[in-house]
Structure formats: C-alpha cells, structure tokens
C-alpha cells in the first residue's frame, strides 16, 4: 500500500528554520509530481508548494515563496520541504501528497502531517 | 489566484438526509475540481476529481457535478461515518486553491 510519512516537525523560533522530510514507499516516487499543503489550527487546507517528477519545476504560494524550498531525492523516494525565516503565522500541520498522475489530477495518497509550531 | 468559495460553511443534517454542498470558482476552471473529506485528526480524503469522477473506494452515495464556475458534492443518504469537514480544490493552475470548506455535523 502507498506510504508517505512526513518528519522534521517541531517547535522553532520566529525567524528560525526547519526542514520537513516525506519518506514514500510502494509507488514508483520518481514518476510522480509532489505536493506540500498545510493546515493551520482549527482552519482549512492551504496549498503551499509543488514539486514534478524529476524536481526541475516548483511552484511556491505567495505566503511561502523566496522563504520555502522544496526538493526531492528521487534516488532516496524522499521529498523535503526547507522551511525559512519562519513566522508565527507558519503554524500549522504539513501534510505531503502525491499528485495523481500527469496533468491536472488532484492528490490522491496523503500522508499523516507533521505539526510545526513557530512561537517565541 | 482563482478563489473558491463554498457553502454552507456549516450544515447540521441527520443520518439518512440528501446532503449537498456547493462551491463556486471565481473564473472558469471547466472540470478541474476536485473534493476532498477530513475527519478530526485525519489527512484529507479524496472522494471526487474531475468534478464527477467518484475516487476509487469512495461510497456510491458520494456524487460530484458542475463545471466552468459552479460545482455541487452530493451525499445521497447521510451515514454516521460522513460526519467530516469537506473541501474543493481547483487544479486547474497554481495556486491550487482550497474552499474554506464545510463542517458536516449531527
């Protein structure tokens, strides 16, 4: 069965960094596009940024763009998300997704979300 | 960026009842609309994609329809295990934008 489980969350500081991680199993990870969205406490789903199959194309939300990276390691079926000057408002559970083939096809598998927490 | 808005943002039904929920885009996205359901505690659930394509595994009674501007989801006959949060998502182009959902409860 398809596996994503996200890793790296926590509690930083505002200003601080953390680099969340979303290991795959039993899929072919290098010939799927990947996605990162978040939920904020008590608030909906909030697209943050996605990744395609070979990590040459990103797309960032304005809220997260020249802060967040995100990247892929094909050879390692791992996607990251580098998570810069962080602020309070950044506080959410991040949730990995795969994107359900090529072309405008929503995700279909999700992983169980890391909670980050930026407060002082 | 295309918004979705969709509504209720809150719906008390019983079990048994025909649900339905809508969601409006803000510009025309044909039949890129997918929704989604999340329990508390939970990821997201896909149950529709392209408007009306039921998910693989998804309850008959979950139905999707709509295109350009306007969609609905469905539930035909309302089961204890459907009391969720429901989502629309465009993917139509990025930013892949999210209604604010609907709280189905008791």
């Known amino acids: 069965e398809v596996q994503l489980v996200e890793s790296g969350g926590g509690l930083v500081q505002p200003g601080g960094s953390l680099r969340l991680s979303c290991a795959t199993s039993?899929?072919?990870?290098?010939?799927?596009?990947m996605t990162w969205v978040r939920q904020a406490p008590g608030k909906g789903l909030e697209w943050v940024s996605a990744?395609?199959?070979?990590?040459?194309?990103?797309v960032y939300a304005d809220s997260v763009k020249g802060r967040f990276t995100i990247s892929r390691d094909n050879s390692k079926n791992t996607l990251y998300l580098q998570m810069n000057s962080l602020r309070v408002e950044d506080t959410a559970i991040y949730y990995c997704?795969?994107?359900?083939?090529?072309?405008?096809?929503?995700?279909?598998?999700w992983g169980q979300g890391t909670l980050v927490t930026v407060s002082s | 960026d295309i918004q979705l808005t969709q509504s209720p943002s809150f719906l008390s039904a019983s079990v048994g009842d025909r649900v339905t929920i809508t969601c409006r885009a803000s510009?025309?996205?044909?039949?890129?609309l997918a929704w989604y359901q999340q329990k508390p505690g939970k990821a997201p659930k896909l149950l529709i994609y392209?408007?009306?394509t039921l998910q693989s595994g998804v309850p008959s009674r979950f139905s999707g329809s709509g295109s350009g501007t306007d969609f609905t989801l469905t539930i035909s006959s309302l089961q204890p295990e459907d009391f969720a949060a429901y989502y629309c998502?465009?993917?139509?182009?990025?930013?892949?934008?999210f209604g604010q959902g609907t709280k189905v409860e008791i």
């Open positions: 998502q465009q993917v139509n182009s990025f930013p892949r934008t």
């Open positions: 990744i395609n199959d070979s990590g040459g194309e990103t």
């Open positions: 039993e899929f072919t990870f290098g010939s799927y596009s």
């Open positions: 997704a795969r994107k359900m083939g090529s072309g405008t096809y929503p995700d279909d598998y």
């Open positions: 392209a408007a009306s």
């Open positions: 510009q025309g996205i044909s039949s890129f």
